[in-house]
């Protein structure tokens, strides 16, 4: 040992190596840790991803509401300018009313949307839960109109099934594979919703082994609902306020 | 001499590469604080949003009340006028527009308690889910149901039901169990969701959430919809 700390070289390169192994030591330590943060960082990340759909979704409906209003207070305007002129405001009413069928889904409608389509194939069948999981997509995805097989889809339209493959909308009227949906709305929107990985509608039918493709499509034809009356026997309007 | 020079060479290549990597390691990351301010930030945001959202509704509802007020009066001297008046009056209550009242069910369905300490519990057995909701709403509308809401957001035609985290998304807004489920309707067709074999029956076996309750009653009263049907998609024939 003597001879090795009276041999100045030996000695510097041995403290060297130390103050080395050191530094590494607390490198990797250091680095660790980082990783620790970096964790912990990318949770605070999701709450961001959280919120900013969040705070999306309130200024989508913010204008939606804010275009009503807007539509609302110029109708005001248009009556109140038809004073005594009968046909005037009798104009604006049915088109108030026109309004009011568009929305419910009475009549055709045309736009920019995607086209679904499911196939059964020997290896799987579509269930009726299925095609309720993709209408909930489509409609949180934005779609304003909506026909499965030529079918419209509104408010109250059921899908259910009474055996493997015979699938009712409407509770009687039939819908065989393959299983065409139309969608209008937002097609970047609609699409991007329907392809996102692992969780949405055509990941999770693709790992259950069944068929689906989706195609956009600029110029969409949505039939009208055309099974009468839409039924209101037991609600009426509440009149308190 | 070499030996030596060649060591240290290697060493100090090694303490480089370690000096490098934490480096980037770091500049990869913004430290939790930054996160916690910038969300901060964003979570005020939000909360604007929501309160511009909540105003806009509000004056919403008025302009849709003075509205009807002018249509009414614009309406009164002409027989297919006064006729059509209603017919918005009605479309409008059908579109879910209205506050409503009629005799059917309310369904109760709530997270189950976890009872004691057990060790592997899968806490997703005691939640209701999304899933849950629109089977729930989907046999509803198949008994008949002419109204719907839950937590008093009324299902139209655009809404979806969809997971947010810990909560659930209808229309956009966020509810939470206990979820108060309303549907006007014939009673006895809408309590037949209760069957053995129906989706909420089937809750009792498959799930340890609180058992759904079914009731039939006379006067429910169901809230309108808050917002604007969206439209802008729906190409306008001129």
């Given at each position: 040992m003597k001879t090795f700390f009276k041999n100045k070289q030996a000695v510097t390169i041995a403290v060297m190596i130390s103050i080395v192994a050191i530094i590494l030591t607390s490198t990797i330590c250091i680095q660790v840790k980082s990783v620790e943060e970096y964790k912990k960082a990318?949770?605070?990340?999701?709450?961001?991803?959280?919120?900013?759909?969040?705070?999306?979704?309130?200024?989508?409906?913010?204008?939606?509401?804010?275009?009503?209003?807007?539509?609302?207070?110029?109708k005001i305007k248009e009556y109140k300018d038809t004073e005594n002129e009968n046909e005037k405001a009798a104009n604006l009413i049915e088109k108030e009313l026109e309004e009011t069928k568009v929305l419910l889904g009475l009549t055709e409608v045309k736009g920019e949307g995607i086209v679904?389509?499911?196939?059964?194939?020997?290896?799987?069948?579509?269930?009726?839960?299925?095609?309720?999981?993709?209408?909930?997509?489509?409609?949180?995805?934005?779609?304003?109109?909506?026909?499965?097989?030529?079918?419209?889809?509104?408010?109250?339209?059921?899908?259910?099934?009474?055996?493997?493959?015979?699938?009712?909308i409407y509770g009687n009227t039939r819908i065989k594979s393959p299983y065409t949906?139309?969608?209008i709305g937002d097609t970047t929107y609609l699409t991007s919703t329907l392809n996102m990985k692992n969780t949405g509608f055509v990941d999770v039918m693709e790992s259950n082994g069944l068929d689906v493709t989706v195609e956009q499509s600029k110029n969409i034809t949505i039939e009208p609902y055309t099974k009468g009356e839409i039924e209101s026997k037991y609600m009426k309007e509440d009149e308190q306020k | 001499m070499e030996k030596e020079k060649i060591l240290i060479g290697i060493v100090c290549l090694v303490l480089t590469l370690a000096i490098t990597l934490q480096l980037r390691t770091m500049a990869g990351t913004d430290s939790t604080v930054t996160k916690a301010f910038v969300n901060d930030e964003l979570r005020d945001k939000v909360l604007q949003w929501e309160?511009?959202?909540?105003?806009?509704?509000?004056?919403?509802?008025?302009?849709?009340?003075?509205?009807?007020?002018?249509?009414?009066?614009?309406?009164?001297?002409?027989?297919?006028?006064?006729?059509n008046s209603e017919k918005i009056k009605k479309n409008k209550m059908l579109l879910g527009l209205t506050d409503v009242v009629g005799e059917g069910v309310v369904i109760t369905a709530e997270d189950g308690q976890v009872n004691g300490m057990t060790d592997n519990i899968n806490i997703s057995q005691y939640l209701i889910h999304d899933t849950d909701l629109i089977e729930i709403v989907?046999?509803?509308?198949?008994?008949?149901?002419?109204?719907?809401?839950?937590?008093?957001?009324?299902?139209?035609?655009?809404?979806?039901?969809?997971?947010?985290?810990?909560?659930?998304?209808?229309?956009?807004?966020?509810?939470?169990?206990?979820?108060?489920?309303?549907?006007?309707?014939?009673?006895?067709?809408?309590?037949?969701?209760?069957r053995p074999g129906g989706y909420i029956n089937?809750?009792?076996?498959?799930?340890?959430?609180?058992?759904p309750k079914v009731t039939k009653s006379t006067n429910i009263s169901i809230k309108k919809f808050n917002g604007a049907i969206s439209s802008k998609y729906l190409l306008k024939e001129e």
């Open positions: 990318d949770i605070e990340s999701l709450r961001d991803e959280e919120l900013k759909a969040q705070m999306s979704l309130y200024k989508t409906r913010y204008e939606e509401a804010q275009k009503q209003y807007e539509d609302n207070q110029n679904v389509t499911l196939k059964d194939t020997d290896m799987a069948t579509y269930w009726a839960k299925d095609i309720r999981n993709l209408m909930n997509e489509l409609k949180y995805a934005g779609a304003e109109a909506i026909s499965i097989n030529g079918n419209r889809i509104i408010n109250m339209t059921d899908i259910v099934e009474i055996a493997e493959g015979y699938i009712l949906i139309k969608a | 309160e511009r959202y909540e105003a806009i509704t509000k004056a919403l509802e008025k302009s849709n009340e003075e509205l009807e007020k002018v249509r009414t009066a614009s309406s009164q001297n002409d027989t297919t006028s006064k006729e989907s046999e509803l509308k198949n008994a008949g149901a002419e109204a719907i809401s839950i937590n008093d957001q009324r299902i139209v035609n655009m809404t979806s039901i969809t997971c947010a985290g810990n909560v659930i998304s209808i229309n956009g807004q966020k509810v939470s169990s206990p979820f108060i489920i309303k549907a006007i309707g014939h009673p006895e067709m809408l309590y037949g969701i209760n089937n809750m009792k076996y498959t799930s340890k959430v609180t058992p």
